[in-house]
């Protein structure tokens, strides 16, 4: 059944991020980028464009990455995800992150939460992917720093350092 | 000496920025009670405001102040600016918007979606006015004028002429002319603008967090249109900066904007730029129109160079600008030993945004018109491009070689890099390869660019765009100096505090590598601390991130203070040890005779003795151990009586071979390898310098191919999203060769030059070049920018209706 929610009236959503549980209420029309940095506290996911294009802001949603800036909170609702902060208990998380600064892939680091968070989804469903292929994955993130050399390297490292 | 400085050590910035623990401004909460604001903008390019009605807004749920133009009037004074007109700039329009997206009405609220709402419920009424955006039209005599109280849209304008050009033009053989487009383009960093304002009243201060990189020259400007003493504007920058390239230097009219709006609403107020706003109104490139005459004889020497430059600084000229045509002027003949330069600068005002630095401030709109002139002076003499660029480089005996126009290049070795530069790319087998290709129908094409890259500006370049006259009725501006504090605590744990403000160039891990060779010490032991605060680090007019002087200047200041440091302790083991000063050395935690290995003394004895024991200490010393050094360089000067100036203090060479392959059905371009060839000096840690290196490039490659901030007649701007708005992504980076050169600058202690604008600089013109060099069967010429597939397209068309040649 599908409720009627007033403009301002909020509802309670609950989410697992980074394997911890959150209830919250929030404004139907929260964008999630904004929920993870402001309600919850976890500014590693980043802002960059707000209408889909930078990749900036991408997180994992029940293992797929999404961006956060085209999503609103309350459809995060019963779902699990993992955000930058949470790749510490990733495997291939550290792995990516140790390529990445083996092979100088971030300078600001402003787009490289979400590079790492795309990278994860794709290595988990591509483990030995082809260079194209990366930079295929890699074209829907925008890094104004590095021009993409290092990052990758970084990725086709890390594919190497899965196959071995 | 070498054992970490040239080494590329890994990046200590790395590990926090990987776990969601950096510190951007947008992640802060430094004071209590933040309000949010959001910024009503002008629909309109040119038109006057008649009303402005706020009264519903007011009202709104969450809503504490709405500001106008009124508050910035009682609150504020126009900016100051770099030129003579008396230009009205301030941080919000006052009666009348100039360009589409200038701030109109500023809301303060609880959060930003309430102010975004309350926004959306002003009213303003405008009269509009015609517009005006092509450089050209702007400077007709019926123009739709911008600014009433200066009458015309000129806002600057200069003539040169160094050596004797009316001669060497007389004597050439012949005199070859174009014309050049140079596109606006912007920088779009992934992070927007973001300031955190607070106004404490019984203090008049004012405290702003804020992504600024500087110039610091900017934080007099701010202080005075706020109309405090510069010791109550408090700027403070957190440690990390997401991506600048110059454009961050470009917010400091919302830095005055959001300390009105907290004075004015009485809580701290908090900004964050989205990336429409970031396309419409922070800041960009000028666009630029180039006239050049060469004067060339046939063996291909070029005699003199006459060059009228016109750039577009948009609604208003605002500091640093016109800069943007100023900042090359020692290196407007590039590579080349021309001797004799006539020059006309003009910076004219439109309906377009307002401009600033962008990574390569000048160097891109220089190069376009400059190196794509050598090629096309090359193909009137049915010379090799490569032949004619090598004959007129300057030869690696005349350093430090005087410019014309008063650069001072202080070393170099510009025949050998352009070798490099040709035999990596096998220059000769592609021409082969080219002769071929076209015989089956296949453009392949392959281009060149030799540029100079200079970098550390020198304060007084700006005032070039002055008149001598006027330039004597101040005081005169020189120098590049910049300021760091080396010091190490009672625990003789290192600290190091800098003020170059970096967005992602690697500072701290450089700073902690020169640290720590000098003081002997483990890099990892040495904590940087890279926030700025105005009101404590050690700064100058000249800090900030620009100009690609971190590595020449920064660096320096760093090393000096590290230099003071070692001194100290090294005086304080004379007093011990009994041993003069210029025999001892620092080795393995420990002051060393170097003589007499058995006469030394830990340093933990003699950091501990300059803080627990400051007795002992020589006559005369001061305890502590916290040392500020400020490095600037001599060979900054101000400009002379005859307007020459040395703009920048180190220069360095960038030669680029680039080949491509265009399809003429479709105007496409594919880069097939870039080839770059860096001497930027002795490089500090080679793993960022290749860093910098490749974002700058792809930097150029975007303003060589899909960036552009496109305005139609009315001054609406066309690409305001990232749809529009294209920045290269992985896929459109081509295959890059970076290859080194280390030519010392001995200028620096440590030899070292910037790097990093260089292929920012050169990436249009050289694939430009190699476009066009492709496309020699259809005889076109590229004067314009972006390299679109529908501008190439277009001119391939025009041709082919006339005549395509087949003889080659
Ligand atoms: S912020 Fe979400 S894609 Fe740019
Ligand atoms: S590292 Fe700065 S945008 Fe990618």
């Given amino acids: 059944m599908i409720k009627k929610v007033e403009s301002k009236e909020k509802m309670k959503i609950q989410t697992v991020i980074n394997g911890k549980s959150y209830e919250k209420e929030v404004e139907p029309r929260k964008l999630f980028s904004d929920f993870l940095r402001e309600d919850v506290g976890l500014t590693g996911t980043h802002v960059g464009c707000e209408h889909g294009v930078c990749g900036a802001c991408t997180v994992l949603m029940d293992g797929k990455a999404v961006r956060s800036c085209l999503m609103f909170a309350v459809q995060a609702d019963g779902t699990k995800i993992e955000t930058v902060e949470g790749l510490v208990n990733n495997k291939t998380g550290r792995s990516l992150k140790a390529a990445f600064s083996e092979h100088h892939a971030l300078q600001c680091g402003f787009c490289t939460p979400g590079i790492l968070m795309s990278s994860v ?44 | ?55 519903q807004a007011l009202t709104m749920e969450g809503v504490v102040e709405v500001l106008t133009g009124e508050d910035i009037l009682e609150h504020t004074k126009p900016f100051p600016v770099g030129v003579s007109e008396p230009i009205n700039y301030y941080s919000m329009a006052v009666d009348k918007v100039r360009f589409v997206g200038e701030p109109v009405a500023v809301v303060v609220a609880k959060d930003r979606y309430l102010a975004e709402d309350a926004v959306d419920a002003i009213k303003v009424e405008y009269e509009p006015l015609d517009a005006v955006v092509d450089i050209e039209e702007a400077m007709q005599h019926d123009a739709p004028v911008l600014h009433e109280n200066i009458g015309t849209n000129i806002a600057n304008q200069r003539f040169y002429d160094y050596g004797n050009s009316d001669k060497a033009f007389e004597e050439a053989d012949m005199v070859i002319s174009h014309k050049f487009n140079f596109p606006k383009y912007s920088a779009t960093p992934v992070e927007n603008y973001g300031v955190i304002a607070d106004y404490t009243s019984s203090e008049n201060q004012y405290t702003v967090w804020s992504n600024f990189h500087g110039p610091f020259t900017l934080h007099t400007v701010m202080s005075a249109a706020l109309n405090v003493p510069s010791n109550q504007l408090r700027l403070m920058v957190p440690k990390d900066i997401g991506g ?28 964050t730029e989205d990336r429409q706003e970031n396309l419409l109104a922070s800041s960009s490139g000028t666009d630029r129109v180039t006239w050049i005459d060469a004067a060339v004889n046939k063996d291909g020497t070029i005699l003199g160079m006459k060059m009228k430059m ?10 640093p600008e016109p800069a943007s045509l100023y900042r090359t002027h020692s290196n407007t003949l590039g590579a080349y030993k021309i001797k004799n330069l006539q020059m006309e600068t003009v910076a004219v005002m439109t309906n377009k945004s307002p401009t600033g630095l962008i990574r390569g401030y000048g160097g891109q709109q220089l190069y376009f018109p400059l190196e794509r002139m050598m090629q096309h002076i090359a193909k009137k003499l049915d010379m090799d491009a490569a032949e004619l660029v090598e004959k007129n480089l300057i030869p690696s005996d005349a350093f430090p070689y005087e410019t014309p126009s008063g650069g001072i290049y202080d070393s170099g070795n ?170 001892l050395t620092i080795k393995n935690g420990r002051a060393v005779a170097e003589e007499d290995e058995t006469k030394q003394i830990s340093l933990k004895r003699l950091i501990g003795t300059a803080h627990w024991n400051p ?50 059905d479709t105007g496409e371009v594919e880069i097939l390898d870039y080839v770059t060839v860096h001497d930027a000096g002795k490089l500090l840690n080679p793993t960022i310098a290749n860093g910098q290196i490749l974002g700058g490039l792809a930097h150029g490659l975007g303003g060589a191919m899909y960036e552009e901030l496109a305005y139609d007649d009315n001054g609406q701007l066309l690409s305001g999203s990232f749809m529009d708005y294209l920045c290269p992504t992985a896929t459109e980076v ?73 003889e080659f």
């Avoid at chain 2, 309000?35 to 402005?52: E, T, V």
């Avoid at chain 2, 035999?423 to 082969?432: P, S, W």
């Avoid at chain 2, 496309?775 to 920018?785: A, G, R, W």
Wanted: aromatic residues 6%; contains cysteine.
């Fill in chain 1, 121 to 164: 989804e794709f290595l988990n469903e591509n483990p030995q992917p082809e260079k194209q292929e990366i930079k295929e994955m890699l074209s829907g993130h925008l890094c104004r720093c590095t021009g993409y050399t290092g990052i990758v390297e970084a990725v086709q490292q890390t594919t190497d350092g899965n196959s071995k």
């Fill in chain 2, 1 to 55: 000496m070498t054992d970490k400085i040239g080494h590329s050590i890994r990046r200590v910035e790395d590990a926090r920025l990987m776990s969601g623990e950096g510190s951007y401004v947008d992640d802060l909460e430094p004071f209590a009670n933040v309000h949010h604001a959001a910024i009503l903008r002008s629909p309109y390019a040119h038109a006057n405001i008649k009303k402005i009605n706020a009264e």
């Fill in chain 2, 244 to 271: 600048s390239y110059g454009i961050k230097s470009g917010m400091f009219p919302y830095i005055v904007l959001m300390g009105v709006a907290a004075r004015k609403a009485g809580v701290p107020v908090k900004w």
């Fill in chain 2, 310 to 319: 016109v750039d577009n600084v948009g609604g208003y000229i605002r500091a």
């Fill in chain 2, 414 to 583: 510009y025949q050998k890099a352009l070798k490099t530069a040709l035999d990596t790319a096998q220059y000769n087998e592609f021409r082969q390869k080219q002769k071929e290709a076209w015989k089956k129908g296949k453009y392949l094409g392959i281009g060149l660019a030799a540029i100079v890259e200079p970098s550390g500006s020198n304060m007084g370049y700006v005032t070039v765009a002055l008149t001598p006259e006027e330039r004597e009725q101040s005081l005169p501006k020189s120098g590049c100096a910049e300021g760091a504090t080396v010091s190490i605590d009672p625990r003789g744990s290192v600290t190091v505090r800098i003020s170059t403000v970096p967005s992602g160039q690697g500072h701290e891990t450089v700073a902690a590598q020169i640290v720590s060779e000098v003081l002997n010490v483990e890099a990892d032991k040495v904590k940087v601390i890279a926030e700025m605060d105005t009101a404590t680090n050690p700064w100058s007019v000249a800090s900030g991130s620009y100009s690609s002087r971190f590595a020449p200047i920064g660096s320096s200041a760093i090393y000096q203070a590290a230099q003071k440091v070692r001194n100290k302790l090294l005086r304080i083991a004379e007093h011990q040890l009994g041993e003069p000063f210029q025999h």
């Fill in chain 2, 615 to 664: 007795v002992d200490l020589p006559e005369g010393m001061e305890p502590g151990l916290h040392e500020s050094a400020f490095y600037t360089i001599s060979a900054a000067k101000a400009p002379a009586k005859d307007d020459t100036v040395n703009g920048s203090v180190t220069y360095g060479f960038v030669a680029d071979v680039v080949t491509v392959e265009v399809d003429p």
């Fill in chain 2, 734 to 806: 081509p295959n890059i060769t970076i290859e080194h050169q280390e030519t010392p600058s001995p200028l620096t202690p440590l030899g070292a030059k910037g790097l990093g604008e260089g292929n920012t600089m050169s990436a249009p013109a050289v694939i430009a070049n190699a476009v066009t060099d492709a496309l020699t069967p259809f005889d076109i010429m590229i004067d314009d920018l972006p390299l679109s597939p529908d501008r190439i397209w277009r001119k391939i068309q025009e041709k082919k209706r006339v005549v395509v040649k087949e």
